[in-house]
């Protein structure tokens, strides 16, 4: 599948799901416990899924990383987003945690619109990724799990 | 024959002379209207800096009138809170003295009880009268009068009377009692709605000025006062709020006078001039706070002189009817302090008249011990204390700081250049150029060369002499002249030879002319081309220059940006500095 194709379809499925979240009420932030700080094992899991090329892996991974978010957090973001390292022409690249895939960004690529707040925060470099909610709430996340919120 | 090739010569050189009249006013009239052009442009430059000139001194006339304004006022209030509480200085005075008496055992009781009850009759609402003469009757074993002078005091202020009698039983050496008030005080506390003296507690807390059991009572009150405080959100916001208050006061002033360039052709500068600004904070809340971490505060040698010293603080505190008018004198000393910035003045005075606020929540108070020592009246040290206890929320508000000057950053940088950027450009009103910086220099530079290249051209070609198009009419004179001498040659060839040569006389003529306009026209292109050749110069100068200032306005974000994980680092090294051991525990360790 084509990179344009493959973003274009994962854009209708995140808006979709985002519908259907809302729906049920499952992505309302528990504000306490958003704010505690994240932990190792999640920098460790998103590495992971980021670097990792077997689908399988990247939907465990990406279904570990929703449980914990959920019950440490009380919250599962739409998706992190975090600067590239895949080098030039990308950029920046989003991970969507409930479809476990990383779809990268050159410059001139434009974000789902609900991103384009954490593209702003990761490009500043301060940051080791950004949570975008379905809510709208965007936190950034430091290198020592700390969050702005 | 001789008299018509006459007549016509001389039309013809009338005619010649008419056109290069008319071709001479023409230059003259483009002249004046280019100069015409350039004047408009210089005045409207000056009216523009007459305007900006005028706007700066109605605002100076505007501030100088405010700080007279506040001045005056600073006097009349200055003068009605002698008037009217003037009579409570002799009290406190008088109440140092009194316990300095007990010291040196220099007074006589019979003074202490004569002078209290004269300042007792004096300041009949002031709550330290009262316990004034409770103390005299004390000294003098006089229990009767001691109970109902402290029942007086205590119904005037029940909390400061509590705390003060706390605070000279510890001095004394009874703590059992100083603990039975202490409990006493703490009781009737609401950690919502404290009174501005319960900051002396924070005091006794940071300076060990109760012994082992009214730190445990204090400790512990403190402990679960948090405790329910934090539950609350609101609350805590609230406190994060005030934080981001003083984060806020750190924000640098504009930097344009660094980059004019870039302040003149990007319209992000603005974004830009506020990211740096707001950047800079990071520098100056290091400089300030770590100057704080690393104070030393000795302890005084003797628990008296502490506990003096909270006495003479407990005893100085505004009294609650003083308020109103220590408000107004805040108010207008902010005007003063900030030169009659009403705006600053406005950002200056929240924190000042919260701290003057009758009734505080307990995390306020430890907020505004922080952030505004003086107002509320606690020491140095304290200030410290209370700054490691509240970092959480400088923590939080420093880095919600941080991420909202950098969601201000804009994602592209443009350089817009109008058609009067130059003068070049208002002669043959050049269209507006945009470029993005996120284009390598090189490539604007040509853009912008093609862009004045492409709207150039027209204006200079439109200068060029026309030969085909000036050439018509007298082609055809000519030409009909010399057709009607061929025809008038069967008739009379004398009549034809005069035609022809007339004809070619004034072709001549005519060409002379032509040819004098053509060179006109070609020095006025050339002075045209180098106008417009200029004026690109100039703008590509510009836009280079402005390449430039964006560069060093880069480096200058970052160095700035950079320095706030040393903030993050220096809030967590105060964070630690609240469990550093107190002078009171030190005195433990002593054996004091």
Redesign the interface.
Known sequence: MEFTERRRLESHLDSGLAASSNEQGLLRPAQRNVRKPRHAGIFEAIHRIDTSLDPAMRAELGRWIRDEYEREYGDVPLGLFAQCHLGPPYVDHRLDLWQSIVEHYTRADTVPPQFAEARTLVRSGAYDYVEVYASGQTIPVLVDGTVVA | MSDIDYTLRNKVDHVAGMVVQLDQGLTQVSNQVSQVGQRTEETRDRLQKLAADFETFVMIAQRTANVQRAETRTGIVEAQLENQFGHYKLVRRFATGVLQGFDSGLVSQETVRSVSEQLMVQTPRYWLAPVLVALGAWAEDDRELCDRAIQTGYGRSPSRTSLFLALVLRRQGRREASVRWLRQYLTALDPNTLGRDFAMILECVSQGAFGPAGLELVQERLNSWRAQLLND?AKQQAQVNRWRGEVDVHVGGSSQASFPRLSAVSPQWPALDRALAHANAHGSLITKYTAMAAEEHPSQDRIEDAVDDILDRLVAEFDDEELPLRREHALNQAIIRNDGDMAASQRDLPNDLVALETRLDYLTIQSESALNPSKIGVSRATQRMAVSSCHDWFG?AH??F??DY??G?P?DVEAVFEGNHTGAGVVFNLPRWTGSF?DPIEHLERSLAEHWDRHGRPFIDSMTFNWRKEAVVPGVVIGAAVLFGLLCAGVSSALALVCVFAALIGGGIWFLVLNGKAQTAAKRQQDARALVERGKQDSIAQLRGAGAELLDWTTAYRDA?TR?PEVRTLIADLAQLGNAPTPYERRVATGA
């Open positions: 959100d939080r880095a919600a941080s991420r950098r969601l950053l994602t996120t940006d706030e």
